[in-house]
C-alpha cells in the first residue's frame, strides 16, 4: 500500500520448534480447548502423574496438532490487540477486512504500519510469548518488506528496534510468490518450470504412451490446480 508505510514482517519460528515447546504451556493449552484430564491404571491401580522428559516429536502424528494448538495462543493474542487497539493491522480495502497475521505451522505472517511503537509492541508480544511456550523466534530467518515511501532512515530505525532485516523481495509464502502489484504472465513461469521438470523426470522411467498419458493427467493437471486456487491466472 503506497503511502501508508505498511510494513510486513516474515518471521520463522525456531528451527526445531517441535523441541522446544514448554510441557506447561501446552497443558495450559489443552485446559483452554477443553481437554479433559487423564490418569493411568496400573494392575487396577492409579498411577501417580509424571512429567514427560521427551518434547513433541515431529512425526508422531500428534505433534503437529499440539503444536497448532499451541500457535493459537500466538493467534489469539495478536487478535485481542487488533481489538484493543494497541495492534495497527492494515485494510486490504476500503471495505475489506484487517489483516495482522497469518499463521501455518511455525511460519508466522506478521502485518501492522511501519511505527516505532507498533515495532516495540510486536517485540514485547513475541517475548512473552516465546517465554511462556519455549519457542524462540529465529531472526535469521526473518525478514521486513516495506511499502514504497518510506524513507530509509525509518526502515533503518525500524531494523535496529526490531533486529530484523529488510528486504525488497517478498519471496515465496507455502510455494507460492506474494506478488508486489498487478500479476503478470512472468509471474507463472515457475509452474511451467516445474512441470517441465517433472516431464523430463519421467524420461528415463520405461512407460508406453497409456502409462504418460495416465501419469500426465493425473499429476501434471494436480501443479496448476493447486495455485489456481490461490490467484487469477492472467488469460495469456
Request: glycine content about 4%; aromatic content about 12%.
Amino acid at each position: 500500500q503506497r503511502g501508508k508505510r505498511v510494513l510486513l514482517l516474515s518471521s520463522l519460528i525456531s528451527r526445531k520448534p517441535f523441541d522446544n515447546v514448554n510441557w506447561d504451556f501446552l497443558k495450559s493449552r489443552l485446559h483452554d480447548f477443553g481437554f479433559p484430564n487423564f490418569s493411568l491404571l496400573w494392575n487396577g491401580n492409579k498411577l501417580p502423574s509424571f512429567k514427560p522428559t521427551y518434547d513433541l516429536r515431529q512425526g508422531d502424528h500428534l505433534s503437529p496438532y499440539l503444536f497448532i494448538l499451541c500457535m493459537e495462543k500466538l493467534s489469539i493474542s495478536i487478535n485481542n490487540a487488533v481489538h484493543q487497539g494497541t495492534w495497527d493491522p492494515i485494510h486490504i480495502s476500503n471495505t475489506g477486512p484487517c489483516l495482522s497475521h497469518l499463521l501455518f505451522a511455525d511460519d508466522v505472517l506478521l502485518f501492522t504500519k511501519a511505527k516505532n511503537s507498533q515495532i516495540r509492541f510486536i517485540t514485547n508480544l513475541f517475548d512473552h510469548f516465546s517465554l511462556a511456550s519455549g519457542l524462540k523466534i529465529n531472526l535469521s530467518k526473518s525478514r521486513a518488506f516495506y511499502s514504497s515511501g518510506i524513507p530509509q532512515a525509518k526502515i533503518n530505525k525500524l531494523t535496529s528496534l526490531s533486529g530484523i532485516r529488510s528486504t525488497v523481495s517478498l519471496d515465496k509464502y507455502l510455494d507460492f510468490p506474494i506478488l508486489k502489484g498487478r500479476a503478470k504472465r512472468s509471474d507463472f513461469n515457475f509452474i511451467i518450470d516445474k512441470m517441465q521438470s517433472r516431464v523430463a523426470s519421467w524420461k528415463n522411467r520405461l512407460l508406453n504412451k497409456l502409462g504418460r498419458l495416465v501419469v500426465a493427467s493425473s499429476v501434471l493437471s494436480s501443479i496448476p490446480t493447486y495455485y489456481m486456487q490461490i490467484a487469477w491466472f492472467p488469460q495469456s
